[in-house]
C-alpha cells in the first residue's frame, strides 16, 4: 500500500508524534521505506564561506542536530531511512522532496493551531495537505 512514506520534521515535539507514527507505519508494512526531509533556514553567509560554500553539507548538518531525536527514534525501531533537505518555503520543499522520492504517503505533525489562527496563519500541515499529490497524514 505505501512504499515510500516521507516525514517532515521540524524539531518539535509534534515532529517526534509524527515520527513515532511513521516509524511505526513503516515497521508494520513489509518493504516498506521512509524518507525524512527537515526544511532548514539558509545558513549565514560566515558559514557558508568557511564551508568552502559547501551549502549541502551546511544543510545536512543543520538536519541531523535538529532532527536527531527524531533519527535516534527511528534507528531505535530499525526503521530503513534517507535524509532529505531542501530550504525555503517549508510546504513547497516537502512536496518537492515528495515527488522526488516518489512518496506515497507524507507523514507531518500539527502544530496544533486553533481555528482561527489556522485559517489567518495558515499551517505548512494544511498547505501541504491541500496540494499534495498524495495523501497527507497529520499527526497530533
Known amino acids: 500500500m505505501f512504499h515510500m ?6 524539531g518539535s515535539e ?4 509524527a515520527a513515532e507514527t511513521a516509524a511505526g507505519l513503516v515497521a ?13 533556514a539558509p545558513p549565514a553567509q560566515s558559514r557558508i564561506v568557511k564551508a568552502n560554500y559547501d551549502v549541502h553539507a551546511l544543510l545536512e548538518e543543520d ?9 535516534h527514534l527511528i534507528e531505535g525501531a530499525g526503521v530503513p531511512y534517507s535524509l532529505e533537505v531542501g530550504m525555503g518555503d517549508p510546504s513547497t520543499e516537502i ?8 512518496a506515497d504517503l507524507i507523514v507531518v505533525g500539527s502544530r496544533g493551531l486553533g481555528a482561527l489562527q489556522g485559517v489567518v496563519m ?19
Not at 5 to 10: I, K
Not at 63 to 71: E, H, K
Not at 95 to 102: D, I, P, R, Y
Open 122 to 140: 495558515g499551517s505548512v500541515s494544511q498547505k501541504t495537505a491541500q496540494l499534495a499529490a498524495c495523501p497527507v497524514m497529520i499527526v497530533k
Open 95 to 102: 512536496l518537492a522532496t515528495a515527488e522526488k522520492v516518489g
Open 63 to 71: 538536519a541531523r542536530t535538529v532532527a536527531a531525536p527524531v533519527l
Open 5 to 10: 512514506v516521507l516525514l517532515a520534521v521540524d
Open 28 to 40: 508494520a508494512l513489509p518493504g516498506s521505506v521512509l524518507a525524512v526531509v527537515y526544511v532548514a
Open 14 to 17: 509534534n515532529a517526534i508524534r
